[in-house]
């Protein structure tokens, strides 16, 4: 039989987003991969560049719903880099700690996401329920529940209100128990495990080489994460160890995600133990930025985000460039899915966790 290409998307239960992913395949086996992208592209880099510095803090959460915090961090910290701003000191706590429940926030969302895909309702159930009391966090730290506007050049835009600490606290009780429960439902049931174990091993050396970050680097046994090799905020004075595995497939990214939001528990419980409950939590910064360059990079859940700007002088930037993680990922599609079948497209794209949002831009 002839080889043929197959579009999945860009209308696909699998997608996750708005794009297609094109499979050549011979039979059932998949020879060759082509991700097309740019049905959601929005011209973001050029669009903020008509728009004064603040003013780009909310266009930054539009990156991505489900990590829009940390977009806004970065951006932020790019921005300071720029003006020559220092943060306050607890304002870098808070903004770690708000960083750390947006990861778990995120994760869930992919929990929930891959659950359906590889034959499991139930988990995209638990998910969604866990990841509805952090969005009740934010909305009561912020007044949203998706994109937060709550990052600020120079701090945050507000301390947290009565209690919140108290509920955090709770919410972070309950849910170290849901994770066994998780893992009861994916760990020990066969089916799921088929459809993940020894599926599309990827080295350490070919995972860095394609330029991969985030969990899916860390799954190939490659110790690198930004919060470890180039600490920023309060990072390196946190207790904290990083994430890994080593056999580099699709169940090691599924691992790796999961003990990151134990992870990310361990640390906001260490912030709340040693962040200052007084001080400042934000400095002006000057309505325009000196003619000079600013960047600023950190740990998004997805992997490696970064942001550089071009200050000229006025209250808006020159030019603005970001880089996704998943758009360096998902260029690597190929080389995770050649050799493969068809059915185990699902289980391998759901395990990089797709947004589309940040990756077209």
Not at 149 to 168: F, K, Q
Not at 212 to 235: C, M, Q, W
Not at 328 to 340: E, M, P, R
Request: charged share 25%; proline share 6%.
């Amino acid at each position: 039989m002839a080889e043929m290409w197959i579009n999945m998307g860009p209308q696909h239960p699998m997608t996750h987003g708005l794009w297609n992913m094109r499979v050549k395949v011979d039979g059932e086996t998949i020879t060759d991969a082509e991700p097309v992208i740019g049905y959601l592209h929005r011209g973001w880099e050029k669009m903020v560049e008509n728009r004064r510095y603040p003013q780009i803090i909310p266009m930054a959460d539009r990156l991505c719903y489900g990590s829009s915090f940390t977009w806004s961090h970065v951006y932020c910290m790019a921005a300071e880099d720029l003006m020559g701003v220092e943060v306050p000191e607890r304002a870098k706590y808070i903004r770690a700690m708000s960083d750390e429940l947006q990861r778990i926030g995120n994760h869930l969302m992919w929990l929930a996401a891959i659950g359906p895909d590889l034959g499991n309702l139930t988990i995209f159930l638990y998910a969604i329920r866990e990841r509805e009391m952090f969005l009740d966090l934010f909305q009561s730290l912020c007044g949203a529940r998706m994109t937060y506007n709550y990052c600020r050049i120079g701090g945050v835009r507000n301390a947290a209100p009565p209690n919140w600490e108290r509920d955090l606290v709770r919410t972070l009780d309950y849910f170290e128990k849901r994770m066994d429960e998780y893992e009861d439902l994916v760990d020990r049931n066969k089916v799921f495990r088929m459809r993940m174990e020894g599926l599309a091993p990827m080295s350490g050396k070919d995972a860095i080489n394609l330029g991969f970050t985030g969990p899916v680097l860390r799954a190939s046994g490659v110790k690198y994460d930004i919060r470890h090799n180039d600490p920023y905020e309060i990072y390196d004075e946190l207790d904290w160890h990083m994430c890994t595995a080593e056999e580099g497939d699709t169940y090691a990214r599924y691992r790796v995600r999961m003990d990151e939001m134990r992870m990310s528990m361990q640390i906001v419980r260490d912030i709340l133990k040693k962040m200052p409950k007084d001080g400042p939590i934000r400095v002006k910064p000057p309505r325009n930025a000196p003619v000079g360059t600013g960047f600023a990079r950190m740990e998004d859940p997805r992997g490696e985000s970064l942001i550089y700007i071009i200050g000229d002088g006025t209250d808006q930037p020159f030019r603005v460039k970001v880089r996704s993680p998943l758009y360096v990922i998902l260029s690597g599609s190929k080389y995770l899915l050649q050799g493969y079948k068809v059915a185990d497209v699902p289980s391998i794209l759901g395990m990089i966790d797709v947004c589309m949002g940040e990756t077209d831009r």
